[in-house]
């Protein structure tokens, strides 16, 4: 039976992919100091000890397996891109208390056979690969042989373009390990939306208003980053922490028919542009015909041009049918793209956290789906029975 410690645990994402893999594991312990993080994890998988900060620890047991999933906060793009220097006091520097641990296992000979990282793309970028490179010879000193590579979750079954860096160290081993080949994606993003949400998901006329802002902010421009789902779109954007309150987050177009009349005031209409929509409000004339291929399709409060036929014009009304209107993505959705089905949420939602948190334990996890391949490639390269 594998032995394991999860260091920056979280919900368990790679305990519950090694029974997904159905490889015997048990895990002795984990790091974690979100509260939220910690109850949730405990109606997922049962009572695990739970160390606490990593910086308090003063050694960990002696087990086959450690995960490091340290925080991205400064090495995504989307953070503070501070770096994790070693003594910087970032968030991501506390990578190197990993370090420190595995000197008080050194020294007691408990170093475990395997080690297994995750962290966002950026890591091995250009800025960063300097850095990473300094963690990776710290562990080939240490007698590991590490194998890295960035994996897209789509890639492995999950409508979600999350691409993240994810690197295997074996101890005292010659071999080599062979990541996971690609599979094609059978799972649409449309597929894991929930038929019916409440109305609290759907967008204000105000943030659609803010989204779709063309102008043009030191280079900047917020409505070419807005790119709702229609139901064309298969993958997902990268889940966040916090979905739906930037322009990049997912967004899902949907008929406006179930939406009460309060939020049927602004729609969105294809045009051939950047952003690819413009807003519309009630009164304004848009033009109806191949939409997607023209500029200025809405015209404020006026009615385009007038042809021999006004079968291409028309006009935003407040009609109940026919309407579009936007929706962010739903806590349950958000899990459903981390890789967990139905049974499983629905226990995690016993835990009985706020919408806020469950929308962060997904954000700040890893897709299960890419660890299951990960730990089956794992098991195939040094025979974990």
């Given at each position: 039976m594998l032995k394991v410690v999860e260091l920056f645990s979280g919900i368990g994402a790679q305990k519950e992919a090694l029974k997904i893999a159905g490889i015997p594991h048990e895990v002795v312990a984990t790091s974690e100091i979100d509260k939220y993080a910690i109850k949730t994890y405990r109606f997922l998988h049962g009572w695990t000890t739970n160390l606490?900060?990593?910086?308090?620890?003063?050694?960990?047991?002696?087990?086959?397996?450690?995960?490091?999933?340290?925080?991205?906060?400064?090495?995504?793009?989307?953070?503070?891109?501070?770096?994790?220097?070693?003594?910087?006091?970032?968030?991501?520097?506390?990578?190197?208390?990993?370090?420190?641990?595995?000197?008080?296992?050194?020294?007691?000979?408990?170093?475990?056979?395997?080690?297994?990282?995750?962290?966002?793309?950026?890591?091995?970028?250009?800025?960063?690969?300097?850095?990473?490179?300094?963690?990776?010879?710290?562990?080939?000193?240490?007698?590991?042989?590490?194998?890295?590579?960035?994996?897209?979750?789509?890639?492995?079954?999950?409508?979600?373009?999350?691409?993240?860096?994810i690197?295997?160290?074996?101890?005292?081993?010659?071999?080599?390990?062979?990541f996971p080949e690609p599979v094609e994606l059978k799972v649409t993003l449309q597929d894991l939306l929930e038929k019916e949400v409440e109305e609290k998901y759907f967008l204000s006329d105000r943030f659609i208003k803010y989204a779709c802002d063309l102008s043009n902010r030191n280079g900047f421009i917020r409505g070419t980053k807005f790119r709702p789902h229609d139901n064309k779109s298969k993958v997902a954007y990268t889940i966040s922490t916090c979905p739906g309150g930037r322009a990049t987050d997912n967004f899902v177009m949907i008929p406006?028919?179930?939406?009460?009349?309060?939020?049927?005031?602004?729609?969105?209409?294809?045009?051939?542009?950047?952003?690819?929509?413009?807003?519309?409000?009630?009164?304004?004339?848009?033009?109806?015909?191949?939409?997607k291929s023209k500029r200025g399709v809405v015209q404020k409060s006026i009615i385009p041009t007038l042809k021999c036929t006004v079968t291409d014009v028309g006009v935003v009304v407040n009609d109940k049918n026919d309407l579009i209107n936007i929706r962010r993505l739903t806590p349950r959705e958000c899990w459903r793209l981390m890789g967990w089905n139905d049974e499983r949420i629905d226990r995690a939602f016993e835990a009985g956290c706020s919408e806020t948190q469950y929308y962060k334990m997904a954000g700040n996890s890893i897709v299960v789906n890419v660890l299951v391949e990960v730990f089956k490639s794992l098991k195939n390269c040094i025979n974990i029975t």
């Amino acid at each position: 039976m594998l032995k394991v410690v999860e260091l920056f645990s979280g919900i368990g994402a790679q305990k519950e992919a090694l029974k997904i893999a159905g490889i015997p594991h048990e895990v002795v312990a984990t790091s974690e100091i979100d509260k939220y993080a910690i109850k949730t994890y405990r109606f997922l998988h049962g009572w695990t000890t739970n160390l606490g900060d990593i910086k308090t620890i003063k050694e960990l047991p002696q087990v086959d397996l450690w995960t490091y999933s340290f925080p991205c906060t400064d090495i995504s793009l989307s953070g503070r891109l501070k770096g994790f220097e070693k003594g910087s006091e970032t968030g991501s520097s506390l990578l190197w208390e990993v370090q420190r641990l595995l000197e008080v296992s050194k020294e007691k000979g408990t170093l475990p056979k395997v080690l297994l990282m995750e962290n966002v793309k950026n890591l091995v970028s250009k800025r960063f690969i300097n850095e990473f490179l300094v963690w990776v010879d710290y562990l080939k000193e240490l007698g590991y042989k590490s194998f890295y590579k960035v994996l897209n979750a789509k890639d492995y079954g999950v409508p979600q373009n999350r691409e993240r860096t994810i690197m295997v160290s074996i101890l005292d081993y010659d071999g080599d390990f062979i990541f996971p080949e690609p599979v094609e994606l059978k799972v649409t993003l449309q597929d894991l939306l929930e038929k019916e949400v409440e109305e609290k998901y759907f967008l204000s006329d105000r943030f659609i208003k803010y989204a779709c802002d063309l102008s043009n902010r030191n280079g900047f421009i917020r409505g070419t980053k807005f790119r709702p789902h229609d139901n064309k779109s298969k993958v997902a954007y990268t889940i966040s922490t916090c979905p739906g309150g930037r322009a990049t987050d997912n967004f899902v177009m949907i008929p406006a028919k179930n939406i009460s009349e309060e939020e049927k005031e602004v729609i969105l209409v294809p045009q051939a542009t950047k952003a690819g929509y413009a807003a519309a409000e009630v009164g304004d004339g848009i033009y109806t015909n191949r939409c997607k291929s023209k500029r200025g399709v809405v015209q404020k409060s006026i009615i385009p041009t007038l042809k021999c036929t006004v079968t291409d014009v028309g006009v935003v009304v407040n009609d109940k049918n026919d309407l579009i209107n936007i929706r962010r993505l739903t806590p349950r959705e958000c899990w459903r793209l981390m890789g967990w089905n139905d049974e499983r949420i629905d226990r995690a939602f016993e835990a009985g956290c706020s919408e806020t948190q469950y929308y962060k334990m997904a954000g700040n996890s890893i897709v299960v789906n890419v660890l299951v391949e990960v730990f089956k490639s794992l098991k195939n390269c040094i025979n974990i029975t």
